[in-house]
């Protein structure tokens, strides 16, 4: 793991591959960190060709923290975006994209493809939208467009992934059964749940940092972010948009509705898979994203 200066910030990062290589950056999700692009989706990647790199979030892993922001006040939150106010939060979207933008600089990378997951996908579409120069081509997974008029997340599964859980330093256990219940639930039908492979990476983000708070103060981001799609229409480079079926976080609707929005984007659905990437599914995901990098995508378009 390295440790840049970036955006004002420091961040987190490391890659794969050889370092002359055509780069690609992996953005991860919400409240994740960037070990969660598995060690094996990093290496057979980087075996097509590419230099592969990943990395923490602000607010996540051992990139910069925020803690002296105060927790966001959700009902204040939401009060503001009702009335048509913005409120004030610590930071946004685009200052996460500027740091992506950042980490580029600091490695001296002028282009580069550029992938995301759930909020990193949010993220890449601002990339891509606003940092048009930068970015090579673009990988939307299980994401949105911030379109109003789409469908929400469930209301268990907004109650699960807003529960505290237990510090895992006084309550191992706790934390664990709290986070896995809603890793099971946010999982697809089609593939088994592999609840050891769960626990591993849950453990391994909490031993690198456990800040809930960062968490909070990325969902604050995500919920002034507000409608992207007129953003999105202005994308021009290659684009694929994948998105879990039976993703019941971010529903399907969500996937479709990003790829409609950018012009010529392909649309992947991945049968079975929920709001995660399933090991099964690894190589055919690293196929559709090194087809869209080369041009040469036979995906369905919608």
């Known amino acids: 793991m390295n440790i840049v200066k970036?955006?004002?910030?420091?961040?987190?990062?490391?890659?794969?591959g050889h370092a002359d290589a055509e780069p690609v950056l992996l953005i991860s999700g919400l409240g994740t960190q960037m070990i969660r692009w598995s060690e094996p989706f990093c290496t057979g990647l980087a075996a097509r060709g590419y230099r592969v790199i990943r990395f923490d979030n602000r607010d996540a892993g051992r990139s910069t923290h925020f803690?002296?922001?105060p927790a966001p006040d959700f009902g204040a939150l939401a009060a503001a975006?009702?009335?048509g106010r913005r409120p004030d939060v610590p930071y946004t979207l685009?200052?996460?994209a500027a740091d992506a933008i950042g980490l580029l600089d600091a490695l001296g990378i002028v282009r580069a493809h550029v992938v995301g997951r759930s909020m990193g996908g949010m993220i890449a579409q601002v990339l891509a939208s606003d940092h048009a120069d930068r970015v090579l081509s673009?990988?939307?997974i299980m994401s949105s467009t911030g379109n109003p008029a789409?469908?929400?997340a469930e209301a268990d599964v907004m109650a699960m992934m807003m529960r505290a859980a237990p510090d895992?330093?006084?309550d191992p256990e706790g934390f664990l059964a709290v986070r896995l219940a809603f890793a099971r639930r946010i999982a697809g039908t089609g593939y088994p749940f592999d609840e050891e492979a769960h626990r591993a990476i849950l453990l391994d983000e909490a031993r690198r940092c456990y800040d809930p708070g960062g968490a909070a103060r990325q969902i604050a981001a995500m919920a002034v972010a507000g409608d992207r799609r007129a953003r999105l229409a202005d994308i021009t480079i290659p684009t694929v948009v994948i998105h879990g079926t039976d993703d019941p976080l971010i529903p399907p609707a969500c996937g479709q509705d990003t790829a409609r929005s950018i012009p010529n984007a392909i649309y992947l659905p991945i049968e079975g898979m929920g709001h995660d990437l399933p090991r099964e599914v690894e190589e055919r995901i690293i196929d559709a994203i090194c087809n869209v990098m080369a041009g040469q995508s036979r995906l369905e378009k919608v």
């Open 138 to 140: 673009l990988t939307s």
């Open 81 to 83: 975006l009702m009335a």
């Open 168 to 170: 895992p330093v006084i």
């Open 67 to 69: 803690s002296v922001s």
């Open 94 to 96: 685009d200052d996460m």
């Open 150 to 152: 789409l469908p929400q």
């Open 6 to 16: 970036a955006n004002g910030i420091e961040l987190a990062w490391d890659s794969f």
